[in-house]
């Protein structure tokens, strides 16, 4: 398969949402950093007008930077959401990914596992909801733009595997978040193996473990996962990275964005830490097999 690296504008968010820093200086950034693409994230061009939005779509073809775009959450069924909200969000997201040149809207569910996993039945619910919205969106937002699920940190790759098959669209595809399965308690390389077939795009992000002890140290209280750029924590970034490449030959390249979410307002670290994450993520697909080899128990 062939991969090719972006940068997320939620690398940028604290810094862009105290005006620290303009959308475009970001992207003249992302470009100098070599990358392919920029993600823009829907909540750093909501404010924009068509002539906006424009002027974005032209600087990335002067910069040579391809635009995708991320939406966000379809809506939670246990919060009151219609799937006819969740259809209008789709709309929304649809029309502005057609507007800056993207070939798909990102979008997710609105819950987090953790916070259901005494309730089954409401899992189930939070699915039914997300089935209903998609298949009523294709049906009813109007242009090609695909929609891509991100698995966020919500349903398990079986229930995911079910989503998509229930959609029943070309449509609607995964967007696949390498670490995300770490949030929900899932082996991240055994959810990766699952969806990869069914994903046309994704994140890059890592983790590192943070232990919280007692005062005297003689235990510890747990532990904190956080995130941080690739390369800087302790996922095994090589075998996630393998099944993506074990993929089959497609017709448009795959996309994946580095996700910097340990961003903090007054602390302009990303040229350095994307600069690096992007050179960690790039050597590894300049030495990768030509023709590596599905793993074992994947779909294919």
Request: some cysteine; proline content about 4%; aromatic content about 6%.
């Amino acid at each position: 398969m062939h991969i090719v690296l972006g940068v997320d504008t939620l690398s940028y968010h604290c810094r862009l949402a105290t005006g620290e820093i303009s959308l475009e200086d970001v992207m003249r950034e992302v470009a100098d950093l070599g990358a392919a693409f920029v993600q823009l994230n829907a909540v750093h061009v909501r404010d924009r007008e068509a002539g906006g939005l424009e002027s974005l779509r032209s600087l990335a073809g002067e910069l040579g930077l391809g635009i995708t775009l991320s939406g966000d959450v379809v809506g939670r069924a246990g919060n009151g959401d219609t799937v006819e909200s969740g259809v209008q969000r789709i709309r929304r997201w649809a029309a502005l990914a057609e507007a800056i040149g993207s070939p798909f809207a990102r979008v997710s569910s609105g819950f987090y596992r953790n916070e259901l996993l005494a309730f089954p039945e409401r899992i189930a619910v939070e699915q039914r909801y997300l089935i209903d919205a998609l298949r009523r969106a294709v049906a009813e937002v109007p242009g090609d733009v695909q929609i891509l699920l991100e698995n966020h940190s919500d349903f398990t790759a079986d229930e995911y595997v079910q989503i998509i098959d229930e959609v029943g669209s070309d449509r609607v595809a995964v967007f696949l978040d390498l670490i995300n399965p770490i949030s929900s308690l899932q082996d991240p390389l055994t959810v990766i193996s699952r969806l990869a077939p069914l994903a046309t795009a994704g994140h890059a992000k890592d983790f590192r473990i943070e232990s919280r002890y007692v005062e005297d140290r003689f235990h510890r209280r747990g532990f904190d996962v956080q995130w941080c750029y690739p390369g800087e924590g302790v996922a095994d970034l090589t075998s996630l990275m393998g099944v993506l490449v074990a993929q089959g030959d497609r017709a448009e390249p795959y996309r994946l964005s580095v996700e910097g979410l340990d961003n903090h307002p007054g602390v302009a670290d990303q040229r350095e830490r994307l600069g690096a994450s992007l050179r960690f993520l790039q050597a590894f697909l300049d030495n990768a097999p030509a023709t590596a080899q599905p793993l074992a128990g994947q779909v294919t």
